[in-house]
């Protein structure tokens, strides 16, 4: 099929479109776009700067992607957003260009779904399958894990990390990283529960849920601090690949600064 411009969008002549591509009233298109095949947008959307999109993404209205990051050291610099296959972005989103203080991408996964108003901003890297709901705001060179769920209007703080499969409930501020695996809630966000549910959809088995569970209570409960904690789990046998990921982010964002594991480390601060 045809690519399928409106009358009134209006298209570079050097951007580069797929095959099937729709683009609605009002759309703006630039120069150094990529559209990747039966891509859909919806009236008012703006594509900018160096931006490269996958298969079979929809934007809704008033989606903006690839603009300035909002950093005021900024210079110009030839940064970019790339935005994988099968994502969904609603009304208002917003994605930033990179700046020039990791590599250069903003980037986006594959299957994701953001609700209307989500920011990604500049340098954030986000993964796959990942729920953002509405007014969800994601500060810069922030890290989201896979499978990740983000109740509304929740901040990340920037450099702070999401691990995979966890959940974060509506109106939290995330200062720290948040481990994998956990439900965290809060001003400040802080780990509440196992996300169990999530696991079983998963197919995770039971007895890693089991030790998952174990290793909560000794960490955030208990609280006998992480080295104890993964002795008594070792007790139950070899460490598991999920449990040795939950401890290996405890123990990063504990050397990071400000318990974000990638912000600058405490010896070097």
Do not use: W
């Not at 919806?42 to 690839?66: A, K, P, W, Y």
């Not at 998963?202 to 002795?231: N, T």
């Amino acid at each position: 099929m045809s690519t399928d411009i409106a009358q009134t969008a209006v298209v570079d002549p050097r951007a580069k479109l797929g095959t099937n591509v729709k683009i609605g009233h009002f759309c703006i298109i630039g120069p150094d776009v990529t559209i990747g095949d039966d891509t859909r947008l919806e009236n008012n959307v703006v594509l900018s700067g160096i931006t490269r999109i996958g298969e079979d993404n929809h934007f809704f209205s008033n989606c903006v992607i690839g603009t300035h990051p909002q950093d005021t050291t900024y210079r110009e610099t030839a940064t970019c957003v790339e935005v994988g296959h099968g994502n969904i972005f609603r009304e208002f989103c917003t994605v930033n260009r990179a700046t020039e203080k990791e590599d250069g991408v903003t980037r986006v996964g594959d299957n994701n779904y953001f609700m209307t108003n989500t920011h990604i901003a500049h340098d954030c890297k986000i993964g796959d399958r990942i729920v953002i709901a509405n007014n969800g705001m994601l500060g810069g060179h922030v890290h989201v894990g896979n499978d990740v769920t983000i109740a509304g209007g929740v901040g990340v703080n920037h450099f702070a990390s999401i691990g995979q499969m966890s959940f974060v409930s509506a109106m939290s501020r995330v200062l720290h990283d948040v481990p994998p695996y956990m439900i965290v809630d809060g001003q400040p966000a802080r780990p509440r529960a196992v996300n169990s549910v999530g696991l079983k959809r998963h197919d995770f088995p039971e007895e890693d849920i089991r030790l998952l569970s174990k290793s909560y209570r000794l960490l955030y409960r208990s609280c006998v601090g992480l080295e104890a904690a993964r002795e008594e789990i070792l007790s139950y046998g070899p460490l598991r690949p999920a449990l040795k990921e939950l401890f290996d982010c405890v123990e990063r964002a504990g050397l990071g600064k400000h318990g974000r594991s990638r912000q600058h480390r405490k010896k070097a601060a």
